[in-house]
């Protein structure tokens, strides 16, 4: 039984520090056509199969096991991190396999296919929501700006990997997640608690 009152939560960020490190370019497919949407496999819902997807180098360097690609941010993610998510989260995630220009090992795009409307605005360091006066009607009642990102626990439930709600969508994982990533050795991203 997962109780997230008892769990911890970590945003999983790229970490930009890592040196010689590659920088991919926006998923497309195979024959070069772009997109239509980039940002379609991060807005924290299931997606339909997008088929086969290349993923170019933007700056090539050393491959990592956890990186985004592209404007989109698209999580790509090596064979075993993405062992850790099919195992720990099948139900928050879908992994779909792409091609990494010059790399034979597999690699994967994760979606994370579940939001939570969770963030404590109280107490993060500051939440601040788009008004009518911001000009942005489109925007208003969505995060403007969060720092500091703390999540209420209690509005969780069970799931172990989700994206938070509100314009600003973080990429959250449960505690066992996070050692699951951990103890697999993955080069590429660090985590901050929420």
Same mark, same amino acid.
């Given at each position: 039984m997962h109780d997230a009152m008892n769990m911890r939560f970590f945003n999983l960020k790229i970490d930009v520090y890592v040196a010689g490190r590659w920088y991919l370019a926006a998923p497309m497919l195979l024959d070069g056509q772009r997109l239509d949407d980039p940002w379609v496999f991060t807005r924290g819902m299931p997606v339909d199969s997008p088929g086969r997807l290349l993923v170019p180098i933007h700056r090539p360097g050393n491959p990592l096991d956890f990186t985004t690609a592209g404007m989109g941010s698209t999580p790509i993610l090596s064979e075993r991190a993405a062992f850790v998510f099919r195992e720990l989260a099948a139900r928050d995630t879908q992994l779909f396999p792409v091609d990494v220009e010059g790399q034979s090992e597999p690699y994967? +795009? +994760? %979606? %994370? &296919? *579940?939001? %939570? *409307? !969770?963030? /404590? /605005?109280? &107490? !993060?360091v500051e939440a601040r929501y788009y008004t009518p006066e911001d000009g942005r009607l489109e925007r208003v009642g969505e995060y403007q700006a969060v720092s500091g990102l703390r999540i209420d626990r209690s509005k969780v439930g069970d799931t172990r990997v989700f994206k938070t709600w509100g314009g600003h969508p973080a990429l959250i994982v449960d505690g066992e997640v996070k050692v699951a990533l951990e103890q697999a050795g993955i080069i590429g991203g660090y985590f901050e608690e929420v």
């Amino acid at each position: 039984m997962h109780d997230a009152m008892n769990m911890r939560f970590f945003n999983l960020k790229i970490d930009v520090y890592v040196a010689g490190r590659w920088y991919l370019a926006a998923p497309m497919l195979l024959d070069g056509q772009r997109l239509d949407d980039p940002w379609v496999f991060t807005r924290g819902m299931p997606v339909d199969s997008p088929g086969r997807l290349l993923v170019p180098i933007h700056r090539p360097g050393n491959p990592l096991d956890f990186t985004t690609a592209g404007m989109g941010s698209t999580p790509i993610l090596s064979e075993r991190a993405a062992f850790v998510f099919r195992e720990l989260a099948a139900r928050d995630t879908q992994l779909f396999p792409v091609d990494v220009e010059g790399q034979s090992e597999p690699y994967h +795009l +994760l %979606v %994370v &296919a *579940r939001t %939570v *409307r !969770c963030i /404590d /605005d109280e &107490a !993060c360091v500051e939440a601040r929501y788009y008004t009518p006066e911001d000009g942005r009607l489109e925007r208003v009642g969505e995060y403007q700006a969060v720092s500091g990102l703390r999540i209420d626990r209690s509005k969780v439930g069970d799931t172990r990997v989700f994206k938070t709600w509100g314009g600003h969508p973080a990429l959250i994982v449960d505690g066992e997640v996070k050692v699951a990533l951990e103890q697999a050795g993955i080069i590429g991203g660090y985590f901050e608690e929420v």
